[in-house]
């Protein structure tokens, strides 16, 4: 657990010296039912711990913690109140220490920032403290504050960060700095197959991945299955795809457990599991290192290399290097994307900057007992009169005033908003009396967002005509396929169901020109932020699809390091060996390590 | 077995006349005037109208049964206002082949909007059981969904065959309708389903769209305009000059309040520069902020800093209807104007004051740093 006491000097008016102490949440020795979630730290500030219980209080979350000096503490939490309105608020909490409930409930507040909790008086040095939940209903916790001074913390996001650093004495440099061949950051399937095609190739790889488990959109804890072919690179991607069960299955968890044996069997893959990065920093267009922290520990390394694979779904690494990305739809005559059936649809006259949404995938199963679900009403404004007792890939969330990765904390509440709310209008169908909910993620599973621009831009057209290129690397024969929401064609559907409008097109081909930044001279890209169009992104933004892209610039990686040289140089002067060597992979046996 | 669509042979059937006899024998059938709404119909229908039938180069090939011509419904004017085609099509399923009647319709761009049924030719199921007011009604649902499952699929990838070594001795009509298609389409006509929905989606559609094309000229793009019909109005949106633009002003703003998302949008987003430069011009647009839907909300709010002040002070009695990005916009739009406009002054403090409103916070962190 981490925990930081601090002697903060001139804190108060009147010059006391105060022994505050400030536990992260995401820190604590024993997270009980509550769950670490670290997705929208660039948005709010940090990990935090999430009451996950889907209707039912969850188990308390536990620490230890070691005061440095007896007295009498005022007690901040920071949280918020994730619906406020005129309703009771839904992630409802409380704090304590050692046998005492601090006298206010927490989660009451509009939009993140600190809650007084209460006071305590502490007269041991080792204390225990408590989340209590009282909802099950995604009640929030990232940050408490325990301070003798009467000043309340900072609640902007500006004056928060500094305020943090300072209390926390973070060093602004990383104190362990770690040295490898290739760094790849994003542990989905194209992260994980461009880690082991590198691995194979005998380089030093450090997989970063912010999760507990790999796979991300096809992991366990999203749960959506693979589609695609395997292209070049069968024998990797069936190390790590799934069988197409429906989404949400647990079936998942069988496919986890086969990925992540897989990816631990390389002695030479570095894994990062619950690291994520949170900064990349280049010199002249090339990255020198990316800065990642541990998601619960709070600990720091800076990651070195010649090479880096943004792997990372919203392109983070590209975006803090400076490498030219974009995000929205193109306009119809950008890239001549039309089709006249969908029209606007499709593709609109004018740029804007929709994008296909997010998912979080639900479900339920039927009971032995009659089983009663409480009352949403905080959900019901999303709801509607929807009724449903499960989500499939059409639960999915877009809206032009929300970015897909600043706004993804407001997306994912949205979908739990629509998903408790249409499971309440179904239990209260006499079918669905024994219906209890079974699961239901926490995580976005996102399809579009950032997509960093290459020596290439991928585009509906080259699937149309089944371009073929030289450094055509990955390939596909599944359709273009470009998802609305249906409230776009009537405002009474609900928001959060989409539709999807295939577009047949032949075997198609992504070239390799369209997998590493234009401006960024050792940055790869693999997975949905590859250097495509809205529409382009279509078709190949599947897993399997996006694991050859992995696996494609794994191979890469092993001929720049081979050369010394950049991606680009294996275009312009290495392509033949390389495409030699992709091709290879077909064939390919199973190394002696593996066998 | 596996199934094909498409006549075989009607030996079975017994059929000895020709169905051009047989289309001639149908009472009713291919009548040279409309008068009536079609017994399914999804667009709004003008009562008393008598549309002629007008014959076009166009048909539906049937196999074995030939062309089946596709006549423009017009009305005494000559006006063009839908397309309508009897036809006579062999549904085959298990090896068991019957013919499906019925008269279709499709609007002046291609999109199918009705059918008749045909007297005393009632569809049947595949059992033999004739369909019900709710079958006939779940298939025009069908067949208005241009992005039906039955699109992208064949007809043997819609049932889901046993599994287990049967499955190449045993008919796909014995698997079960997979359970999206299930949903869609008539329980028990899988086929008859997807001949229909084939023939009405089918290359027909871009023709006649293109047809129409053709003729497309002022008075059209007029009727489309003053339609209801969301298509129409897209496709005389698109249409469009600048000066038609000024021309058409009150009926677009009209159709920006009261229209479909989307149409909205492809206004808001293609409104010449000109609007948003004249109050006037782009006052209407505005006042429709309470009843349009988010996304459009949005979109006009990119133009919020071209508005008139007394747009700003319309939008302060409705921040409540904004979300938390739009009030964002919204609030760094009238920073330099706040401390000298009363008005909206006192709607922020109201607003950032009450506690039932879910971003009454913004405003309130808002106003924290200003004063």
């Given amino acids: 657990m981490k925990y930081v006491v601090l002697i903060l000097c001139v804190f108060s008016l009147n010059f006391m010296i105060s022994q505050d102490l400030l536990l992260e949440a995401e820190s604590f020795d024993d997270t009980g039912g509550w769950v670490v979630d670290p997705q929208f730290i660039e948005q709010m500030g940090s990990s935090y711990l999430l009451a996950h219980g889907m209707g039912e209080p969850v188990k308390n979350a536990k620490t230890k913690v070691d005061f440095k000096k007896n007295g009498r503490y005022r007690v901040w939490v920071r949280t918020k109140n994730w619906v406020p309105g005129k309703w009771e608020a839904p992630g409802r909490f409380q704090i304590k220490v050692n046998d005492m409930i601090l006298e206010n409930t927490l989660g009451l507040r509009s939009g993140w920032g600190w809650e007084f909790a209460g006071a305590v008086q502490i007269k041991d040095k080792r204390n225990m403290v408590e989340l209590v939940d009282l909802s099950g209903f995604n009640g929030r916790c990232d940050a408490i504050y325990f301070t003798t001074s009467d000043v309340e913390p900072p609640s902007s996001m500006k004056k928060l960060a500094a305020w943090r650093k300072n209390v926390v004495m973070e060093p602004s440099v990383p104190k362990v700095t770690k040295g490898y061949d290739l760094v790849v950051v994003g542990g989905g399937i194209a992260g994980c197959a461009a880690a082991i095609a590198a691995a194979e190739q005998g380089l030093q790889v450090a997989l970063i991945h912010d999760r507990p488990v790999l796979g991300g959109n096809a992991s366990s804890e999203i749960r959506v299955h693979t589609l695609g072919i395997y292209g070049n690179f069968e024998r990797i991607l069936k190390k790590l795809d799934t069988e197409h069960y429906p989404n949400g299955s647990p079936e998942a968890h069988e496919d986890q457990i086969k990925r992540d044996n897989n990816v631990k069997s390389y002695n030479n893959i570095s894994l990062f599991l619950n690291w994520r990065a949170y900064d990349a920093k280049a010199v002249e267009n090339k990255i020198n290192y990316v800065d990642a922290r541990q998601t619960a520990t709070g600990e720091h390394i800076r990651f070195e290399a010649p090479l880096f694979v943004d792997s990372t779904g919203d392109g983070w690494i590209g975006f803090w290097s400076g490498a030219e990305f974009s995000y929205g739809r193109e306009s119809v005559d950008q890239y001549g994307e039309a089709w006249k059936e969908h029209g606007e649809l499709w593709s609109p006259k004018q740029p804007d900057n929709a994008v296909m949404g997010s998912s979080v995938l639900w479900r339920s199963y039927e009971a032995e007992h009659k089983t009663n679900f409480p009352e949403v009403p905080w959900a019901m404004s999303v709801a509607g009169d929807y009724a449903s007792v499960k989500g499939e890939w059409q639960w999915e969330f877009s809206r032009n005033d929300l970015h897909q990765i600043d706004d993804a904390e407001e997306i994912r509440d949205h979908m739990l908003r629509a998903i408790y709310g249409s499971f309440a209008n179904a239990k209260k169908q006499a079918e669905n009396a024994n219906r209890k909910l079974e699961w239901v993620s926490y995580l976005v599973g996102k399809r579009e967002s950032r997509r960093l621009v290459g020596d290439y831009i991928f585009t509906l057209n080259d699937a149309k005509s089944g371009r073929t290129f030289p450094d055509g690397v990955v390939e596909e024969t599944r359709e273009v396929d470009v998802h609305y929401q249906t409230v776009l064609e009537d405002d009474k559907n609900p928001d959060f169901i989409s539709e999807a409008l295939f577009y047949k097109t032949p075997k198609y081909y992504i070239p390799y020109r369209s997998l590493y930044s234009k401006n960024i001279s050792n940055l790869f890209m693999a997975g949905r932020n590859f250097s495509t169009s809205h529409i382009g992104l279509g078709g190949p933004r599947v897993m399997r699809t996006t694991g050859q892209m992995g696996a494609a610039v794994g191979f890469a990686a092993s001929l720049c390091k081979k050369y010394d040289v950049g991606p680009r140089e294996i275009y312009t002067g290495y392509l033949d060996e390389y495409m030699d060597l992709v091709e290879r992979q077909k064939y390919a046996p199973i190394p002696d390590s593996k066998k | ?371």
Wanted: negative net charge.
């Fill in chain 2, 1 to 371: 077995m596996k199934t094909t669509i498409g006549i075989i042979f009607f030996c079975g059937l017994g059929f000895l006349w020709t169905p051009k006899m047989m289309l001639a024998k149908l009472n009713g059938y291919q009548q040279r005037t409309v008068v009536k709404k079609p017994d399914f119909y999804a667009m709004e229908w003008q009562e008393g109208i008598v549309l002629n039938r007008k014959p076009t180069s166009f048909f539906i090939e049937v196999e074995t049964l030939g062309n089946q011509n596709v006549d423009m419904l017009v009305t005494d004017r000559q006006r063009p206002v839908l397309y309508m085609a009897d036809i006579c099509t062999p549904v085959c399923a298990d090896g068991e082949c019957r013919l499906m009647y019925l008269s279709l319709y499709w609007n002046l761009l291609g999109s199918y909007v009705g059918f008749d049924k045909v007297e005393g030719q009632a569809l049947t199921k595949h059992d033999h059981v004739e369909f019900v007011k709710e079958d006939y009604e779940k298939l025009h649902q069908l067949l208005l969904d241009d992005n039906s499952i039955l699109k992208r699929r064949k007809i043997d990838e819609l049932v889901s065959k046993p599994k287990g070594p049967r499955t190449d001795g045993v008919d796909a009509i014995a698997g079960a309708t997979i359970e999206e298609v299930k949903e869609s389409v008539v329980d028990g006509a899988l086929y008859s389903c997807y001949v229909a929905w084939n023939i009405a989606h089918g290359p027909i559609k871009a023709e006649l769209q293109e047809y129409t094309n053709t003729m497309f000229d002022k008075e059209l793009m007029h009727y489309m305009l003053m339609s209801r019909e969301v298509d129409y109005q897209m496709y005389a949106l698109n249409s469009l000059s600048e000066a038609e633009y000024m021309e058409y002003r009150d009926r677009i703003a009209q159709i920006f309040k009261e229209s479909i998302p989307l149409v909205r949008t492809y206004i808001v987003q293609n409104l010449p520069k000109l609007f948003w430069e004249t109050d006037s011009l782009q006052i209407p647009f505005w006042s429709s902020f309470a009843e349009v839907d988010i996304n459009n909300r949005s979109l006009l709010l990119n133009h919020i800093r071209k508005a008139p002040i007394e747009v700003l002070v319309v939008l302060g009695g409705n921040l409540e209807l904004m979300t938390k990005n739009q009030l964002r916009l919204y609030l760094s739009a009238v920073e330099s104007i706040i401390k000298t406009n009363p008005e909206i002054n006192a709607q922020l403090l109201r607003f950032s004051e009450s506690s039932n409103h879910t971003y009454a916070y913004i405003v309130a962190e808002f106003l924290e740093e200003m004063y």
